[in-house]
């Protein structure tokens, strides 16, 4: 299996869709300029060969990574070697945890919506934050819905007054994230409840979002990002979902807008005969047809 990865510096090198360059992966980066555009163009393929499962990032990771697993399988029979491919591009759920978000990418010039995306990332992280904190400090369902109707309320207010962005705007730029915590905002609105939570825990709870934000990140740095994706296969090509076939290979080309949402699927089975082993059998067979004639006729010609 081939990647390839085109684009400049920090679209090669962050991480919104890294491509693995270690262990058995053999990975190459080379540069060439762009006549027309005079910016230089970063090019970084990696292959393997593949067998049995190939998991990119493990659960433990988090939600953030873009998850691509793939599953090849080899099942060799005395007359044929097959083989099997199948690749999930892991579906995003934008429109699931962000619908704004998701209206937003599919028509960027809504500027109105705009405006209410990033409270909209902020409320989904910060109820993922609290619900992984739960367990740990007894909040119980109708509590943390009290939590969240109050930060509701805030960015309602905040809207009717014209002001969403100035209460947004008390966090510090990390200058290559789309998205940062705004860490002021967060630790004021929690004070209501401060009787209630346990010593810190604004800071504890912007621990847990942070997996979340960085998910958020991603997605939103993977959108307009297109693919081009190559598998070669032994053999002859029984089966594939390819939007193209050049004798052992199979090119897939696609967006993020594929996986944005569900996932996308990458299917392709091949077929390698051995017709050695046919002819061996069909002569072995027309040995023994012949056997059984010759004692068929020797026991007639004994009766």
Not at 17 to 30: E, N, R, Y
Not at 150 to 177: C, I, M, P, Q, W
Not at 235 to 252: E, K
Not at 268 to 283: E, F
Request: charged share 25%; proline share 4%; net charge negative.
């Amino acid at each position: 299996m081939q990647y390839r990865s085109e684009g400049d510096e920090k679209d090669i090198f962050d991480r919104d869709f890294s491509l693995p360059a270690s262990g058995k992966w053999a990975s190459d980066i080379i540069q060439k300029g762009n006549s027309e555009s005079g910016e230089t163009v970063h090019i970084m393929t990696s292959q393997a060969v593949l067998e049995n499962t190939t998991v990119f990032h493990d659960i433990s990771e988090g939600p953030a990574p873009q998850r691509h697993p793939i599953y090849v399988k080899k099942q060799s029979n005395f007359f044929s070697t097959s083989y099997r491919l199948n690749q999930t591009f892991k579906g995003r759920g934008i429109h699931n945890k962000y619908p704004l978000l998701a209206k937003t990418m599919e028509d960027p010039s809504n500027g109105d919506i705009n405006e209410k995306v990033e409270t909209e990332i902020i409320m989904y992280c910060l109820n993922m934050g609290l619900e992984n904190l739960k367990d740990d400090h007894g909040l119980d369902d109708l509590f943390i819905e009290r939590i969240l109707n109050h930060f509701r309320g805030v960015f309602y207010k905040a809207e009717e007054e014209g002001n969403l962005f100035g209460v947004l705007n008390d966090s510090t730029s990390s200058g290559s994230e789309s998205f940062v915590l705004p860490t002021k905002l967060i630790e004021s609105n929690f004070r209501p409840f401060s009787k209630d939570l346990p010593e810190r825990f604004p800071q504890l709870c912007m621990a847990a979002m942070m997996p979340y934000v960085l998910e958020a990140n991603i997605t939103v740095k993977l959108h307009d990002d297109s693919f081009k994706f190559a598998g070669v296969l032994p053999g002859v090509i029984t089966a594939s979902n390819a939007d193209s076939v050049s004798n052992d290979t199979l090119w897939w080309q696609f967006g993020s807008d594929a996986f944005i949402h569900d996932d996308y699927v990458i299917e392709a089975a091949s077929i390698i005969y051995h017709p050695k082993r046919v002819q061996m059998v069909v002569v072995i067979g027309a040995f023994g047809i012949l056997l059984g004639l010759v004692f068929i006729s020797k026991r007639r010609k004994s009766s």
